[in-house]
Every structure is written in structure tokens, then in C-alpha cells.
């Protein structure tokens, strides 16, 4: 009897795709889905007379698999992974794999990997970018959960993945537990950067230079073909050209709402609790909130008066400012993510490879951009690097780019057009090289209302003091901890 390779639950938009994908690969593919008519639908569809193998019940879906059997889940992140896993555990043999794809919350999969594990099963909880044709014709993948599951998807996984220009797939192994996901989690968040960065620039083309439509596509052609060459450079240069039925821009109709699914929350989360600054990608998430204001916002622009735009400078060299001021930002974006991933593989014990990673994100992923190869080649040169802003290409470049950056902030504040994520990754790149920051008087005011105590320049670091700063005060200090 004929047995499938992989089996795969949730023929949604990625999951539809994504078995298409591993099908065209060479691999026998049993799906099956809660709505079982989805499942007759796509063997009747777009897999008619191709090696599917559909299942009407969960039973009968695990005993179409070669063993070890891999179950793939592509289902929505929260509860509904949760329910299924249990569902999975009884049909499932010691050895069996569970997959994860979707978005899920890098907690929630340590959490499963170490309950499945329990129940003599392997979990892997892995990242999966690109969207629906990506899925379709090769995704980033950043696997993560059981090491030992590793060799038994490995061949599936790194052939239905996109490849770089020399065949190496957009997928390895990223490390035990939640590693994958939060991996994934902090590439959305990086996305969400990217995105914002691009929407400021064009604001600016937009409402300080007053460029038309065409004039930006142009634009955004040219930093295509440049060191600014990326998926979300590429697909804004065609977003900027695409005409609605009466010839106008769509783009111009779209309302200014923007939604957003939650990692990137996530993402900014975990920054606070690790305690690093990923103050670029925080307010990218900010911006989509204060977005969704939208009536608010209607209702004060009718209220609040600022400046009026008005640009009297040489509108090209303006241009080129913006580039560099996209740019220069866009390396603080990866940096603080880098930052953060370096925190969590100290926190979780994860041997993270930051060059393999940016390698993962090379192809079929959003974010993907021949930038990325310049931070593999980063890691590469120095495997310990703590911030990609040390590197003597990316040092290079962000000095280069910041007379540019910085007119192009001055520009923006003087004229009223908001540049949270170009603005907050100047304060960081100007923050993160400055000696002496001004949190000597922060600690004295701490220890002024609260006895927090402070360390001293002409002392130990590890001693701490404590000043009654009114005469008032007691000797008894608070006992010193940081979060």
C-alpha cells in the first residue's frame, strides 16, 4: 500500500500552497483539514492527478504516513495548536514527529516540545516566511524543537525551501525548543521595521517634495537596483505604479489603517523582558497603533495645528539624503535584532548561528535583501560580534550614510511629518556610541525619592551607595535588582 512521505493538517492559503510545493518536490503528501470538504475540494482542485493522499478523519490521516510519521499542522496560533496536538497524541507511535508552521508564540512551543516529548513524540516548531507564493515556491524555514526529529524532515524541509544564487537552501537547523519560532518572531519584527522605514520615505517624497506617483516608482526602481535591493524595496516600486480603474494610484484610495497579527508585539515584548533597546522596531508596532486611531485622528487634525510643509531645497539631493537615512536605519533595525537574539540564546541556552540565520533569510522570506549577505559575511569574519554596528562594513556604511540621516530627521521635524522609526534609530546609533549618557542623574533621582542606591565612578563596580540626600532620610536602602 501506497504511504505518504508527510502529512500535513490546514489547507488554508499557506498550507494549500505549501503541500503544492512539497508535491512538485517529489513527495507524496496526505492532508487533511477540520472542514473535511476543504480536503475533497483541493484533491478535486489544484491537486487532482497529483501524490495527494486525502483523509476524512484523523485516524485514517495517520495511517497513511511512512513511520516515523511527520505531521505538519498549518493551523492558527493559540488553542487551536494545543487542541490538535491532543487529538494528534492518541493516532501518533513513540518516534512520530509533530510540526508546528505556523506563527506560533515561541513560549507555547517550548511548552509543547517538552509535553510532547513526554508522550515519547518528537515536536518541531518551526518559522515558515514568504507568504502564499512563497509557500509555493520556496519559503524560508527556521526549524526548531527535538534535535533528534532534525534528520528525519531535513531532506523534506531543505528541498521544498528557497535557495540562494549558489543552490544553498534558506534552511538549517535553528536549536532546541522554541529557538525556530522565536527566531521567526524576531524576523517579523524586523518586517515591521523595514515596512515602517519604507512608509516614512515615501511620506516624505510624498508630502515635503510633493513627487507624484510615477516619479516615486522611478525612485524606488533605482534603489532596487542597489544596495537598498530587497522584496519590500521591489514590491513598493510596483505598488507606486499600480493604477486603479480610473487611472489614478490604488495606493492613493487605501485607507491609512494599518492591522498587524501580533508578532511584532511579541517581538517588542521580548526585548522588554530581555532588557534590550529595540527601540526602531517598537515604534514600528507604535505607528500601527496610533494608525488605527484613524477617527481620532480625523477629528484632531480639525484641532491641532502645526507647521505646514514646505520644502524650498534641491529636491534630488533631498532624495538621496532619504536613501541614506533608509539605509543607515535599516542596519540599527537588524542590529537591535541581532541584540535580541544574542540575549535569548544566553537566556534559553540556544547555540544560535547568526550568519546561518541571515543565510535562512537570504531567499523566500519578506525581508529578504542582498543586505543579508553582508551580515553573514559579518558573522562570518567574527562569530562573537555583539553588535552589528562594531563591523567594519556596517560602521562604515552608517557613518557614511549620516549627515544624510540627519538631515533628513532635521527636515521632517521642521516641517511636521512624523519619523518615529528613522528618529528613534538615530537617538540608539547616537546613544549606543555615546561614553557617558545622562543616567548618572537618573540613579541620583532614584536614589533621592526611592533609597535605589547607585555605584560611583571612583569606586568598584558591584559597590553600591546610598545618600540621605534631604537630612531626613534614614541610612536603610532598598535592596538593588534590575528587571
Request: hydrophobic letters at 40%; aromatic letters at 10%.
Amino acid at each position: 500500500m501506497k504511504q505518504a512521505d508527510i502529512g500535513l493538517i490546514g489547507l488554508a492559503v499557506m498550507g494549500e500552497n505549501l503541500v503544492l510545493n512539497m508535491e512538485s518536490k517529489g513527495f507524496t503528501v496526505a492532508v487533511f483539514n477540520r472542514t473535511v470538504e476543504k480536503v475533497d475540494k483541493f484533491i478535486s482542485g489544484r491537486g487532482k492527478g497529483k501524490n495527494f493522499m486525502g483523509a476524512h478523519s484523523i485516524e485514517e490521516f495517520a495511517a497513511m504516513m511512512k513511520k516515523p510519521r511527520k505531521v505538519m499542522m498549518l493551523v492558527k496560533a493559540g488553542q487551536a495548536v494545543d487542541d490538535l496536538i491532543e487529538q494528534l497524541i492518541p493516532v501518533l507511535e513513540p518516534g512520530d514527529i509533530i510540526i508546528d508552521g505556523g506563527n506560533s508564540h515561541f513560549p507555547d512551543t517550548n511548552r509543547r516540545t517538552k509535553y510532547v516529548e513526554s508522550k515519547d513524540l518528537l515536536y518541531i516548531g518551526t518559522g515558515v516566511s514568504g507568504g502564499e507564493e512563497g509557500a509555493l515556491r520556496g519559503p524560508s524555514i527556521m526549524p526548531g524543537g527535538s534535535k533528534q526529529a532534525w534528520p528525519h524532515v531535513k531532506l523534506i524541509f531543505q528541498a521544498i525551501a528557497a535557495k540562494v544564487a549558489d543552490g544553498t537552501p534558506c534552511c538549517d537547523w535553528v536549536g532546541e525548543d522554541g529557538a525556530g519560532h522565536f527566531v521567526k518572531m524576531v524576523h517579523n519584527g524586523i518586517e515591521y521595521g523595514d515596512m515602517q522605514l519604507i512608509c516614512e520615505a515615501y511620506q516624505l517624497m510624498r508630502d515635503l517634495l510633493d513627487l507624484s506617483y510615477d516619479e516615486m516608482h522611478a525612485i524606488f526602481r533605482e534603489w532596487n537596483e542597489g544596495e537598498l535591493d530587497s522584496y519590500l524595496v521591489e514590491i513598493t516600486r510596483d505598488i507606486m505604479a499600480y493604477k486603479d480603474d480610473d487611472g489614478n494610484p490604488l495606493v492613493e484610495k487605501i485607507l491609512d489603517k494599518a492591522g498587524q497579527k501580533g508578532t511584532g508585539k511579541w517581538t517588542v515584548v521580548s526585548a522588554l523582558d530581555a532588557g534590550v533597546p529595540l527601540t526602531l522596531i517598537s515604534e514600528a508596532v507604535f505607528s500601527r497603533t496610533l494608525s488605527a486611531q484613524k477617527e481620532e485622528r480625523v477629528t484632531a487634525s480639525g484641532i491641532l495645528k502645526g507647521v505646514k510643509p514646505n520644502f524650498n531645497g534641491d529636491r534630488k539631493a533631498f532624495v538621496k539624503d532619504i536613501h541614506d537615512a533608509l539605509y543607515a536605519s535599516k542596519i540599527v533595525s537588524y542590529a537591535q535584532g541581532y541584540v535580541l537574539m544574542r540575549a535569548a540564546a544566553k537566556e534559553f541556552g540556544w547555540a544560535l548561528n547568526y550568519g546561518g540565520i541571515a543565510l535562512m533569510w537570504r531567499g523566500g522570506c519578506i525581508i529578504r535583501s542582498a543586505f543579508l549577505g553582508k551580515i553573514k559575511e559579518a558573522f562570518d569574519h567574527n562569530p562573537s560580534l555583539t553588535n552589528l554596528l562594531l563591523d567594519p562594513f556596517f560602521r562604515e556604511k552608517i557613518e557614511k550614510s549620516q549627515e544624510g540621516w540627519r538631515r533628513v530627521i532635521a527636515a521632517a521635524v521642521g516641517n511636521g511629518i512624523p519619523v518615529p522609526s528613522f528618529a528613534s534609530a538615530l537617538a540608539y546609533f547616537d546613544g549606543y556610541r555615546t561614553e557617558r549618557l545622562p543616567a548618572n542623574l537618573l540613579q541620583a533621582q532614584r536614589d533621592y525619592f526611592g533609597a535605589h542606591t547607585y555605584e560611583r565612578t571612583d569606586k568598584p563596580r558591584g559597590e553600591f551607595f546610598h545618600t540621605n540626600w534631604t537630612g531626613r532620610g534614614g541610612e536603610t536602602a532598598s535592596t538593588t535588582y534590575n528587571v
